[in-house]
């Protein structure tokens, strides 16, 4: 309860230091070539705002906008989206359809990106992200129409061999359902024939034409047979990512430091990167998340 009472004071005061966003031009998406996806919740509507202003103000491209509603938005979170990205499409969870995968934990937005998928390049874009930076990697892929990660952190920088991964992951025997997988991966006749990445979901990109459902659920159907009953946990929608892009053709992992996610890190130069997470736990630690975002929200132009 301590920890909950404390994110919300958190994030309070960084809604509170950043209403200047509110303040600065909206996104006019004119790109049909690009689709940029995003969960989102209540109470992150702001941040979920900097993010994708920050990403469009660094890509140089305004693409078209899907606001994927986890379920949580009141009707002053849909206005304040559609007044900064006036022609968002904004898609409530329900309106998913369906797959034999699980429900939840974010595999509602996976199912959404493997149907737009079909006629435009997706990005996804977590809520707690920062582009504060060049981006030229992620224009390129873009440009190439090759898929990229943002990758896990200290993961292995490239697309690997699902057999070579696996060796890797044999002594981390963390519970996690991801990691149960990975250290698995040899029990799959599949695996001989398979690439992998250890990624994060928070920031990808999808080539045109690279994903659909029927891959979707053959890889989660072929996790399950690793995971059983785990597979329904969170982290099963992150893996099942990872292995959709590591066996995209031309799939490409993101130069960390440049790109990545903040774990605190006393030896990680963070103040230097383009493109960060800001992930749960550590989103609000030494005050690194506000100052790049009030270093952004200048950049940005005024409305």
């Known amino acids: 309860m301590f920890f909950r009472a404390r994110r919300a004071l958190q994030r309070a005061w960084f809604d509170l230091n950043c209403r200047s966003l509110l303040k600065t031009s909206p996104i006019a998406s004119s790109d049909t070539s690009l689709t940029l ?41 849909c206005t304040m989206i559609r007044k900064h990205i006036p022609a968002a499409k904004i898609v409530s969870i329900s309106e998913v359809a369906p797959a034999n995968t699980p429900k939840g934990s974010c595999w509602e937005r996976l199912l959404l990106i493997s149907d737009l998928v079909a006629n435009t390049f997706v990005v996804q874009l977590d809520s707690d992200t ?52 990975e250290r698995n991966f040899d029990q799959l006749p599949e695996a001989a024939s398979l690439q992998y990445v250890r990624g994060n979901a928070g920031f990808n990109g999808f080539a045109r034409g690279s994903i659909d459902r029927e891959k979707v659920e053959w890889f989660s159907e072929l996790m399950r047979r690793l995971a059983k009953e785990q597979w329904n946990e969170w ?69």
């Open 37 to 77: 996806v995003s969960m989102v919740c209540h109470g992150e509507v702001l941040m979920y705002l900097l993010a994708a202003k920050s990403f469009c103000n660094q890509l140089g491209r305004n693409p078209q906008v899907v606001v994927l509603n986890d379920g949580s938005f009141t009707e002053s979170d």
């Open 130 to 181: 920062l582009t504060t930076g060049s981006i030229a990697e992620v224009q390129q892929c873009i440009d190439a129409n090759r898929s990229f990660t943002l990758l896990g952190d200290r993961s292995f920088p490239e697309v690997e061999s699902m057999t070579d991964a696996c060796l890797r992951s044999k002594t981390n025997l963390h519970p996690m359902v991801q990691a149960v997988c």
């Open 235 to 303: 982290g099963s929608e992150q893996l099942t990512s990872n292995l959709l892009i590591a066996n995209s053709d031309g799939a490409t992992p993101l130069p960390a430091p440049k790109y990545l996610s903040y774990w605190a890190h006393p030896d990680v130069p963070y103040e230097d990167s383009a493109f960060i997470h800001f992930i749960g736990p550590y989103r609000f630690s030494k005050g690194l998340y506000l100052r790049k975002a009030k270093k952004a929200i200048a950049s940005l132009a005024p409305a």
